[in-house]
């Protein structure tokens, strides 16, 4: 059956700015670790996939002997320690409802539930974090529906193609039978690789991206309606009619383009 595939950061809800980047500089804070990202040093940070691997880019020689973590195992300990925190910190500020579903998720998700589709997540995050952000983007019964494959399910993370091809492999997908929905240009590689058709909404830290070999890239799905936000088309390579919303009609006249991309044609 064809299957939806979500992003979770920057799609489902916009989480960097308002909830990964707070949840970090706190934890860092309480762990006494003299490290505050700013909005723009965060900017480069997201181009890092995973959130172990975004603490771990700031252990220079100098700042890991300050800390005494003088082993790669007390580096690796601390790590895990600082990321379990954060999750934590983050969750509490999804539950808070300080970042709202982004436009149109809820409505796709519903459309494509009742259409029989198949729904999943795909992100480098936490599993508890991702939950947490689904759940309250689209609530208790339609994330019910969601497969979900995250954190460390995979050891290489996004641009790698590793858990998207997991998806499929383990949904029993071939490529041509999903779609994928992302926010980065590092989540579109990745789907792409995987022989994945891609549509990005693209989110605050992503929007002047190279989004090169997606199959169409708008503003967000889009909540048709006069105080709502419509989706603003800014590439569409193969000419979809998208009008104030995509749809999920507009998901399948993607998956029924002729020349769908295959895995060892975008290797």
Same mark, same amino acid.
């Given at each position: ?13 916009? %989480? ?17 670790? $003299? ?13 890092? /996939? /995973? /959130? ?28 895990? =320690?600082?990321?379990?925190?954060? %999750? ?11 970042? #709202? ?13 009742? =259409? ?33 494959? =995250? ?9 790698? #193609? ?12 071939? $490529? ?17 690789? =995987? ?26 799905? /889009? ?11 800014? !590439? ?16 399948? !006249?993607?998956?029924?383009? $002729?020349? %769908? ?7």
């Amino acid at each position: 059956m064809p299957t939806l595939i979500f992003d979770c950061d920057g799609v489902l809800a916009d %989480t960097e700015q308002f909830g990964h980047l707070p949840a970090f500089n706190k934890t860092f804070e309480e762990f006494g670790v $003299p490290v505050q990202w700013t909005v723009e040093e965060y900017a480069q940070k997201v181009l890092i /996939g /995973g /959130g172990k691997e975004r603490m771990r880019s700031i252990l220079t020689d100098e700042l890991s002997q300050q800390l005494g973590l003088t082993s790669e195992e007390a580096k690796d300990e601390a790590i895990l =320690a600082w990321h379990k925190r954060k %999750t934590a910190i983050y969750t509490e500020l999804v539950n808070d409802g300080v970042m #709202p579903a982004r436009p149109g998720i809820f409505r796709v998700v519903q459309e494509a539930h009742l =259409a029989g589709w198949g729904l999943a997540v795909a992100s480098t995050s936490a599993e508890p974090a991702v939950r947490a952000v689904l759940t309250h983007a689209v609530g208790v019964g339609l994330a019910a529906s969601f497969t979900i494959f =995250a954190g460390d399910v995979v050891p290489a993370k996004k641009p790698a #193609p590793d858990i998207y091809l997991l998806v499929l492999d383990d949904l029993g997908l071939e $490529p041509g039978e999903a779609i994928v929905v992302e926010d980065s240009a590092n989540g579109l590689r990745a789907a792409v690789a =995987a022989g994945l058709r891609t549509v990005v909404t693209v989110s605050g830290f992503t929007r002047d991206e190279d989004f090169t070999g997606a199959s169409l890239v708008v503003s967000s799905l /889009g909540d048709p309606g006069d105080d709502d936000e419509p989706a603003e088309v800014l !590439q569409n390579p193969h000419g979809i009619d998208v009008g104030a919303a995509v749809t999920l009609a507009t998901f399948q !006249q993607l998956l029924d383009l $002729p020349s %769908t991309p295959t895995r060892s044609e975008e290797s």
